[in-house]
């Protein structure tokens, strides 16, 4: 049976941590995009849109 250097085992734990961290990110960014989408909606159905000054 071969065992694995430390270091391949420590470079595979990293990238494990970063591919979950990043699919972690992902949703959270998903989740504001999707309420920032409900908050303008709600904007526009009510009439609020403010107007942009120059």
């Known amino acids: 049976m071969q065992t694995i250097p430390k270091e391949y085992t ?4 990293a990238m494990t941590d ?3 961290t990043l699919a972690h990110l992902r949703q959270t960014l998903i989740d504001a995009q999707r309420q920032a989408e409900e908050l303008y909606l709600e904007q526009e159905v009510g009439g609020a849109i403010p107007q942009q000054t120059r």
Do not use: G, H, P, T
């Open 18 to 20: 970063a591919e979950e």
């Open 10 to 13: 420590l470079l595979f734990n």
